[in-house]
C-alpha cells in the first residue's frame, strides 16, 4: 500500500472495480465492515452516534450504524438531508437501517459515548459553514472517542487543508490507499491515528491508474542503494566535498559527520584557511582543504558530490561559488544560506542547475525563493523541482520530496523531535553522502528523509543532532539485513 491516490484517482479505481463486477455496495459494505472492526477492537461497546451526509462517506455510515447495532451496541443515526435525497448505495443502506433518522443536530450528541464522522469525505466541494459548522465545533469540544470514515469532515483529501472547519478524530479508517491529505498538514494531525484497510479494489487496479505519489518507504528506494562491493574500496564509495563556513563550522561538522556515516568513501571539508583547524579535529577521519582550491578539486571528477549552504553565510560570494560549482555538475545538495543567497535572483540558480542536484528548504527558505508559487506542500513541491530542475525537499514535520519529472513522497514517519538545531545539516549530509556512492537524486533524497525520521523516532525526546549521525549505522543494518540474500 505505497502508493498515495488523489481522490480523483480513488474514484477512478472505484469506478473501474465497478466496471469490473464487483458492485458498489459491496464495496459499501466492505468499508463499512472495515470500520467496524477497527472501532470494536478498540472500544467495547457503548452508546455510538453516526453522523451522516448526503453522499456515499454518508452510506458508508448506514453500513456502520447496522453492523454496530448487529454486534450490541446502542446506536443513533443523524443524517444531514431527507432519507429520500440519497441515492444509489448510500439509499439502498439507508432501507437497510432498520433504526430511526434522526434529524442532524446537537441534540444527537448527548449521551454519545462514540461518534463516527460520515458527513462528508472524498466528495467535499466546498467551504463548510452554518449549521455543519456548528455542529463539528460542537463534536470537536466533546470528549468520546471521534472515528473519521475515510477522512475527517472538512478536510480536503488532496491537499490536507482544512475547508471552513473540520473534525479533529482520534481515528481514521480509510479505503484502498491513503491519500495526500492523510498525510499533509493540518490533515495529518486531524486524522489522528490513520488505518488503510482493502475494500476489495485489486492491487493492479491501482497500479493502472500509474500514482506517482508514493509514502515514503525503503520499498520505494532499496533497490537503489549502492552498498559496497566485497572487493570495493574507498574510492569506490564516492568522495564529498562539504563546504563549511569560516565560522560557523558546527553546521558543516554535522553534515560530514552523517556523510561519512552514511557511507560516503572520503570526505573532505572545504573552508577558509583560518576554519580547517576546527574541522580537523571534529573527527580524524575528515581531510580540509582551502576553498581557494575548490575550483580545482572540482576538475579531479572523483571528488564526485557536494554539500554546500549550511553555515556558509548569504551574499554574493556565497552566489559566485554556487555558480561555480555547479558548472561542474556534480551531485550537488544546495541548502540553507545556499537558498537564501539566491531569493532576489532564483532564476540565475535554476539556470546554472545542470547535474543532479537536492533543493533541502525549509518553509521560510521555499518562499524566499518561490515566492510565486502556492498550494498545498506537494504541489508546490512538485511545481518547484520541474521550475528548478532539481529535486525538491520540503522539510517539516510533513516532508515532501518532488522530482523534477513529476514523481513524489511524503515521509509518514512522525518525529517531532526532530524539530531541533542542526537536524537540518544531519539531513543534507545524508543526502550528500547517499549521492557521493551513486545513488539517484530522488531516491537519495527519499532515503535521507527516511533514515532522518526514523533516527528522530527512534531516539525520541532529548535528541541532538549529533545522535542523529551516531543511529545511523542501526538503521543502514537493519536496511542491508532487509536485503533478499
Ligand atoms: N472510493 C471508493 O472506493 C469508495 C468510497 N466510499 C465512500 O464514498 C465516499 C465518497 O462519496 P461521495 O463521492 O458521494 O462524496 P461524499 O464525501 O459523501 O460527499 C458528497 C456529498 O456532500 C455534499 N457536499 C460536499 N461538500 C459539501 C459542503 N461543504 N457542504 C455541504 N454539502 C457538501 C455534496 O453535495 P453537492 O456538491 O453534490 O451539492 C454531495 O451531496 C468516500 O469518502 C467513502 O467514504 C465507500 O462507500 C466505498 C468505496
Ligand atoms: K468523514
Same mark, same amino acid.
Given at each position: 500500500?505505497?502508493?498515495?491516490?488523489?481522490?480523483?484517482?480513488m474514484?477512478?479505481?472505484?469506478?473501474?472495480?465497478?466496471?469490473?463486477?464487483?458492485?458498489?455496495? $459491496?464495496?459499501?459494505?466492505?468499508?463499512?465492515t472495515?470500520?467496524?472492526d477497527?472501532?470494536?477492537?478498540?472500544?467495547?461497546?457503548?452508546?455510538?452516534t *453516526?453522523?451522516?451526509?448526503?453522499?456515499?462517506?454518508?452510506?458508508?455510515?448506514f453500513?456502520?450504524?447496522?453492523?454496530?447495532?448487529n454486534?450490541?451496541?446502542s !446506536?443513533?443515526?443523524?443524517?444531514?438531508?431527507?432519507?429520500?435525497?440519497?441515492?444509489?448505495?448510500?439509499?439502498?443502506?439507508?432501507k437497510?437501517?432498520?433504526g430511526?433518522?434522526?434529524?442532524?443536530?446537537?441534540?444527537?450528541?448527548?449521551?454519545a459515548?462514540?461518534i463516527?464522522?460520515?458527513?462528508?469525505g472524498?466528495?467535499?466541494?466546498?467551504?463548510?459553514d452554518g449549521?455543519?459548522?456548528?455542529?463539528?465545533?460542537? *463534536?470537536?469540544?466533546?470528549n468520546?472517542?471521534?472515528?473519521?470514515?475515510d477522512?475527517?469532515?472538512? $478536510?480536503?483529501?488532496?491537499?490536507?487543508?482544512? @475547508?471552513g472547519?473540520?473534525?479533529?478524530a482520534?481515528?481514521?479508517?480509510?479505503?484502498?490507499r491513503?491519500?495526500?491529505?492523510?498525510?499533509l498538514?493540518?490533515g495529518?494531525?486531524?486524522?489522528?491515528?490513520? !488505518?488503510?484497510?482493502?475494500?476489495?479494489?485489486?492491487?493492479?487496479t491501482?497500479?493502472?491508474?500509474?500514482?506517482?505519489?508514493?509514502?515514503n518507504d525503503?520499498?520505494?528506494?532499496?533497490a537503489?542503494?549502492?552498498?559496497?562491493?566485497l572487493?570495493?574500496?574507498?574510492?569506490?564509495?564516492?568522495?564529498?566535498l562539504?563546504?563549511?563556513?569560516?565560522?560557523?563550522t558546527?553546521?558543516?561538522?554535522?553534515?560530514?559527520?552523517?556523510? @561519512?556515516?552514511?557511507?560516503?568513501?572520503?570526505?573532505? !571539508?572545504v573552508?577558509?584557511?583560518?576554519?580547517?583547524?576546527v574541522?580537523?579535529?571534529?573527527?580524524?577521519?575528515?581531510?580540509?582543504?582551502?576553498?581557494?582550491?575548490?575550483?580545482?578539486?572540482?576538475?579531479?571528477?572523483?571528488?564526485?558530490?557536494?554539500?554546500?549552504?549550511?553555515?556558509?553565510?548569504?551574499g554574493?560570494?556565497? @552566489?559566485?561559488?554556487?555558480i561555480q560549482?555547479?558548472h561542474?555538475?556534480?551531485?550537488?545538495?544546495?541548502?540553507?544560506?545556499?537558498l537564501?543567497?539566491?531569493?532576489?535572483?532564483?532564476?540565475?540558480?535554476f539556470?546554472?542547475i545542470?547535474?543532479?542536484? !537536492?533543493?533541502?528548504?525549509h518553509?521560510?527558505e521555499?518562499?524566499?525563493?518561490?515566492?510565486?508559487?502556492?498550494?498545498?506542500?506537494?504541489?508546490?513541491?512538485?511545481?518547484?523541482?520541474? @521550475?528548478?530542475?532539481?529535486t $525538491?525537499?520540503?522539510k517539516?514535520?510533513?516532508?515532501?520530496?518532488?522530482?523534477?519529472?513529476?514523481?513524489?513522497?511524503?515521509s509518514?514517519?512522525?518525529?517531532?523531535?526532530?524539530?531541533?538545531?542542526?537536524?537540518?545539516?544531519?539531513?543534507?549530509?545524508?543526502?550528500?553522502?547517499?549521492m557521493?556512492q551513486?545513488?539517484?537524486?530522488?531516491?537519495?533524497?527519499?532515503?535521507a528523509v527516511w533514515?532522518?525520521?526514523?533516527?528522530g523516532?527512534?531516539?525520541?525526546?532529548?535528541?541532538i543532532?549529533?545522535?542523529?549521525?551516531?543511529?545511523?549505522?542501526?538503521l543502514?543494518?537493519?536496511?542491508?539485513?532487509?536485503?533478499?540474500?
Amino acid at each position: 500500500m505505497l502508493e498515495i491516490l488523489t481522490t480523483e484517482q480513488m474514484y477512478d479505481a472505484d469506478r473501474k472495480t465497478i466496471e469490473a463486477g464487483t458492485p458498489g455496495d $459491496v464495496l459499501m459494505e466492505n468499508a463499512g465492515t472495515a470500520v467496524v472492526d477497527e472501532i470494536t477492537s478498540r472500544w467495547s461497546p457503548r452508546s455510538a452516534t *453516526v453522523l451522516c451526509g448526503p453522499g456515499n462517506n454518508g452510506g458508508d455510515g448506514f453500513v456502520i450504524a447496522r453492523l454496530l447495532r448487529n454486534a450490541g451496541w446502542s !446506536v443513533r443515526l443523524g443524517l444531514l438531508c431527507d432519507v429520500d435525497k440519497l441515492t444509489g448505495d448510500a439509499a439502498l443502506n439507508a432501507k437497510r437501517w432498520d433504526g430511526a433518522v434522526e434529524r442532524l443536530s446537537p441534540a444527537l450528541l448527548v449521551g454519545a459515548e462514540l461518534i463516527v464522522d460520515c458527513l462528508f469525505g472524498a466528495g467535499l466541494a466546498r467551504v463548510i459553514d452554518g449549521e455543519i459548522a456548528d455542529l463539528v465545533h460542537t *463534536v470537536n469540544a466533546g470528549n468520546v472517542p471521534l472515528i473519521a470514515v475515510d477522512v475527517p469532515t472538512g $478536510v480536503d483529501g488532496n491537499t490536507g487543508e482544512i @475547508r471552513g472547519v473540520a473534525i479533529k478524530a482520534n481515528l481514521t479508517v480509510t479505503f484502498c490507499r491513503a491519500k495526500p491529505g492523510h498525510y499533509l498538514l493540518p490533515g495529518r494531525v486531524l486524522c489522528g491515528e490513520l !488505518v488503510i484497510r482493502d475494500i476489495g479494489i485489486a492491487d493492479q487496479t491501482v497500479r493502472d491508474i500509474r500514482p506517482t505519489l508514493m509514502r515514503n518507504d525503503p520499498a520505494c528506494w532499496r533497490a537503489g542503494i549502492h552498498w559496497p562491493d566485497l572487493d570495493g574500496h574507498k574510492y569506490h564509495r564516492g568522495h564529498l566535498l562539504a563546504v563549511g563556513g569560516a565560522t560557523m563550522t558546527g553546521a558543516t561538522r554535522l553534515v560530514a559527520r552523517a556523510a @561519512r556515516r552514511v557511507g560516503a568513501g572520503l570526505l573532505t !571539508v572545504v573552508a577558509e584557511p583560518a576554519a580547517l583547524p576546527v574541522y580537523a579535529s571534529d573527527s580524524p577521519g575528515i581531510m580540509t582543504a582551502p576553498i581557494a582550491n575548490l575550483d580545482e578539486l572540482l576538475k579531479d571528477c572523483r571528488h564526485n558530490a557536494v554539500v554546500i549552504g549550511p553555515g556558509f553565510g548569504i551574499g554574493d560570494e556565497t @552566489r559566485s561559488r554556487i555558480i561555480q560549482l555547479l558548472h561542474y555538475c556534480r551531485c550537488t545538495v544546495l541548502d540553507a544560506d545556499a537558498l537564501t543567497s539566491f531569493s532576489e535572483q532564483p532564476s540565475t540558480l535554476f539556470f546554472a542547475i545542470q547535474g543532479p542536484t !537536492v533543493l533541502t528548504p525549509h518553509e521560510g527558505e521555499f518562499a524566499r525563493l518561490f515566492p510565486d508559487i502556492e498550494g498545498d506542500k506537494l504541489t508546490r513541491a512538485r511545481a518547484a523541482a520541474k @521550475r528548478s530542475g532539481a529535486t $525538491v525537499l520540503i522539510k517539516g514535520a510533513d516532508t515532501v520530496i518532488a522530482a523534477p519529472d513529476g514523481r513524489a513522497a511524503i515521509s509518514v514517519i512522525n518525529a517531532p523531535w526532530l524539530a531541533t538545531a542542526g537536524s537540518g545539516d544531519v539531513l543534507s549530509g545524508i543526502i550528500g553522502g547517499l549521492m557521493a556512492q551513486g545513488m539517484d537524486m530522488f531516491d537519495a533524497a527519499c532515503m535521507a528523509v527516511w533514515l532522518h525520521a526514523r533516527a528522530g523516532a527512534d531516539i525520541g525526546p532529548g535528541l541532538i543532532a549529533e545522535d542523529i549521525p551516531k543511529h545511523l549505522p542501526v538503521l543502514l543494518g537493519e536496511l542491508w539485513r532487509s536485503l533478499p540474500k
